[in-house]
């Protein structure tokens, strides 16, 4: 069910171009705030957008920002992971230390911190949820490598004269991708929701963008004249990040391991 609903999503993301015949940053002050038509499925936002333009073009910004921001969470504490579970010692020691820092914050103040250094904008927010990921990523990679480390192919390996690099790469990382691969599933619907609060907040993507959170911002303060301005991009928000975490157990109980 999550794997349909993803890919509807990312299929109506994908061809938004032709689902829609409007600009998503097309003003038309004329049809300010009207509901749902047959013109204008969704309705129109305050300055006349099309809604359903915009939900379609969002789910691309959302798809791309999530995509990316795990990815280069995954490969950073992926890597610092299994260095830090198959080195064990000092290396261990000084890596999971700097990784509790970082666990002491929720991962959303973690982001707002982030991205208030850096400044707005869509790069700043990739950054924002990359590092706010890559502590779930590390320590369960740690987890995997510290188990790994004492079985019998990893020692025969040793005995042989594989260097370290050579048995992460060849040994650890093959029998470690399970827990990692359903982590980073879940792992992109939290990071559409950090997302989508810090683009409510103004500090992740800035208008006219097409962006979930920010588009629920600007329809706040009519939810009793024109609900509809935030229950579309709400709406979007709830079911893109219901389908990976549903993505996510399934994958998980496909390949009988724990996560997170």
Known sequence: MGLVLGGTICLCALLAPLLTPYDPAGINLRNARKGPSWDHVLGTDTLGRDILSRVLYGARISIQ?????????????????????????????????FVDILLCFPSFLLALAVISVLGRGLDSL????????????????????????????????????????????????????????????????????????????????????????????????????????????GAAIALFALSFNLMGDGLRDALDVQAG
């Open 65 to 97: 920002l999530s995509l990316i921001s795990v990815g280069c969470a995954l490969a950073v504490g992926g890597i610092l992971g299994l260095v830090a579970g198959y080195c064990g010692g000092a290396v261990d020691y000084l890596a999971m230390r």
């Open 126 to 233: 990739i950054i924002a949820l990359a590092v706010s990921a890559v502590p779930r990523f590390a320590r369960v990679a740690r987890a995997s490598a510290s188990s790994l480390r004492p079985t019998e192919f990893v020692q025969s390996a040793q005995a042989i004269g594989a260097s370290s690099w050579r048995i992460i790469a060849t040994h650890i990382l093959p029998n470690s991708v399970a827990p990692l691969v359903v982590l980073a599933t879940t792992g992109i619907a939290n990071a559409v929701l950090i997302a989508a609060g810090l683009g409510f907040l103004g500090l992740g993507a800035q208008p006219p963008t097409p962006e979930w959170g920010l588009m629920v911002s600007e329809g706040r303060g009519l939810l009793r004249v024109a609900p509809h301005i935030s229950t579309a991009p």
